[in-house]
């Protein structure tokens, strides 16, 4: 069955809208697939998935292919990579990940296993996601009918993406401004923490002592550090600004690397402040072996809103007490 009629078949597109793709093949050429994209039927990531499924072989993703190391793109000559459409993307001791026009052509596989020297592990990729990285990787000049429909998609995922984000904080930026105790504001902050770190916690400051309050993944209640001697609570307060890399092994750290269990290789504590004041700091980290991600940044975003919900609590109670 062709990969037309299998989409037909699955429902995916109409007969109608093969009949038109099949038409615009004859006149730009192309993979079916590609002219599908092209006509707004499917996006690119809908028909890369279905080309997994129909030639069951694994797909590699956009992710995969948007940051390969020079390394990997070396294990597999220009000559190669051009003659064959494929492109390495990782690479385990003798295997090779290799993303692929034809993954089931038995002798491209041969062929780049005996030239290569690696056991080569086929992906699937469409046509527009391969040309792109054999371009970013190799040099090798896509027609430009090949670069505006992808770019264009990229381009409208990512607004899709911002535009979900900002809905997502308006709402998180609305729950912080109708808290009613500390607690809600504690339980909020980390509520939302724990969507980019596996582990939080936050913890109280009265003058140079941090008392651990709540915690997600960590258990902090009861915990207390005086911050005098040098560490990451006693830097973090004195700046009032926040930290972010590995957990030294240092004097000042000693209690807290026992509470956590080990040194996380990247963390981060970040200060709630009102009015120049240090009143509380977030916790964050993946675990001892993983760093944090990007994400990381939405941390500090929720730090500013704790503070001004606090102050927020602050002025209520004075309201009520005239």
């Known amino acids: 069955m062709s990969l037309g009629e299998a989409l037909v078949k699955s429902g995916l597109i109409s007969r109608e809208h093969l009949r038109l793709a099949l038409e615009r093949q004859v006149v730009f050429g192309g993979r079916i697939g590609t002219n599908i994209v092209e006509l707004g039927i499917l996006r690119?990531?809908?028909?890369?998935?279905?080309?997994s499924k129909f030639l069951k072989v694994?797909?590699?993703?956009?992710r995969e292919l948007g940051h390969i190391e020079p390394e990997v793109i070396e294990s597999l000559s220009k000559e190669l990579a051009e003659r064959y459409k494929a492109v390495p993307f990782r690479k385990e001791k003798n295997r090779?990940?290799?993303?692929?026009?034809e993954p089931k052509n038995i002798q491209a596989l041969d062929e780049l296993r005996f030239l290569s020297g690696y056991d080569i592990i086929p992906y699937v990729a469409s046509e527009l996601r391969l040309l792109h990285a054999l371009e970013r990787y190799y040099g090798l000049k896509r027609d430009l009918r090949f670069v505006s429909i992808l770019e264009r998609q990229e381009e409208t995922a990512q607004e899709a993406q911002k535009s979900t984000q900002q809905e997502a904080l308006q709402k998180v930026k609305?729950?912080?401004a109708d808290v009613k105790s500390r607690e809600e504001v504690a339980g909020l902050v980390l509520r939302e923490a724990s969507k980019v770190a596996s582990r939080a916690a936050l913890f109280v400051v009265k003058g140079q002592e941090a008392?651990?309050?709540m915690g997600r993944g960590l258990k902090v209640e009861g915990f207390a550090l005086k911050a005098d001697l040098p560490g990451i609570f006693t830097e973090v307060i004195a700046r009032k600004a926040y930290y972010r890399g590995p957990l030294l092994d240092v004097p000042g750290n000693t209690e807290f690397i026992e509470l956590l269990g080990g040194t996380p290789q990247d963390c981060i504590l970040t200060p709630v402040n009102i009015r120049d004041r240090v009143v509380a700091l977030l916790y964050?980290?993946?675990?001892l072996g993983r760093v944090l991600d990007a994400q990381v940044s939405y941390l500090h975003t929720l730090c500013a809103l704790a503070s001004l919900a606090f102050e927020l609590l602050i002025v209520?109670?004075?309201?009520?007490q005239l």
């Open 96 to 101: 090779l990940h290799v993303a692929m026009l």
């Open 316 to 320: 209520r109670k004075k309201i009520l």
């Open 211 to 213: 008392r651990g309050w």
């Open 44 to 51: 690119e990531e809908e028909l890369t998935e279905f080309l």
């Open 284 to 287: 964050a980290d993946n675990g």
């Open 58 to 62: 694994p797909a590699a993703t956009a």
């Open 174 to 176: 609305e729950a912080f």
